[in-house]
């Protein structure tokens, strides 16, 4: 497993690739747009032309690519990751994709002899430049005692979950619980501002106690700053929660702060933050 196949490049992808680069892993890396790549091949990655060419010369393939179905495209068809890919092969979904797609991909694997996982990852930006995701994975133990080196290389927090599409219905709840933090997040930073402290300073301390969170701690600082560069885009977002809207639909549970949240983040994409890092919320309670 020395040579990585890495498809996407984006703002957490690009971080994951370098670390493993820096690991010692030889990384064949494919965008759609070879210019976001440049950082990564002036580094010494290979650049290849298709996914096809990528998947038939390595021998572990990544993917992170932006909605599910990007997924698909890159997976499926005969210009896919499993119609090119060599019996052996490991391939890792770290998109936030849909749980029944996960499924999809492993079984269409397996009728391939290739081995599928589907690991989704939660930190941002910050967690993938320093190598402390966390991973969520899905699918058969052995492979994932296979892989797991690499994940170590990504992350710190990685733990197997279950079978296939388990790592995906993780991440779900792992946004559930981020949706509704982030509103209280945002309510916070503005209440302390019209009470007259000083928000950095209640910061300091509420993220120490029972409030404490990752929203709090490290996405808090920059809405105070007006930072709203992202860390994990707004569309992103907004496309995780729909995602886990319908997972929770179709197990028949209600979700009202999911709603609520998504209902905002709707809004804030339609002043045109879509593509601002998530809290970029606060500007709705600002106004």
Do not use: C
Not at 56 to 81: C, L, Q
Not at 167 to 191: C, D, P, R
Not at 195 to 219: C, M, Q
């Amino acid at each position: 497993m020395e040579t990585i196949g890495f498809i996407g490049t984006g703002v957490m992808g690009k971080s994951m690739a370098r670390n493993l680069m820096n690991a010692g892993y030889e990384l064949n890396i494919f965008t759609r747009t070879q210019a976001k790549a440049k950082e990564l091949i002036d580094a010494g990655a290979t650049w290849k032309e298709t996914v096809a060419d990528l998947t038939a010369s390595s021998d572990v393939i990544i993917t992170i690519v932006g909605y599910p179905h990007d997924v698909e495209e890159v997976y499926f068809g005969s210009k896919g990751i499993l119609e090119n890919a060599k019996a052996g092969t490991y391939v890792i979904d770290m998109t936030t994709s849909k749980p029944s797609l996960a499924v999809d991909i492993y079984n269409h694997a397996q009728e391939r002899n290739v081995y599928a996982l589907d690991a989704p990852v939660s930190g941002g930006d910050i967690g993938a430049r320093d190598g402390k995701l966390a991973i969520m994975v899905g699918g058969d133990q052995a492979a994932y005692d296979q892989v797991l080196p690499i994940f170590q290389v990504m992350g710190e927090n990685i733990i197997l979950q279950g079978d296939a599409g388990a790592g995906q219905h993780t991440k779900m709840s792992n946004q559930i619980a981020i949706a509704t933090n982030m509103i209280g997040v945002s309510e916070a930073i503005v209440y302390a501002k019209k009470a007259g402290l000083n928000p950095e300073r209640v910061l300091d301390t509420i993220s120490t106690g029972a409030a404490g969170s990752f929203s709090l701690s490290k996405l808090a600082p920059r809405m105070i700053k007006g930072d709203f560069a992202p860390g994990f885009y707004v569309k992103h977002f907004i496309k995780d929660m729909k995602i886990a809207l319908e997972s929770a639909k179709e197990m028949d549970m209600m979700t009202p702060g999911l709603e609520l949240s998504l209902s905002l983040y709707t809004e804030l994409a339609e002043k045109g933050e879509e593509d601002s890092g998530t809290q970029a919320l606060i500007k709705l309670f600002e106004s």
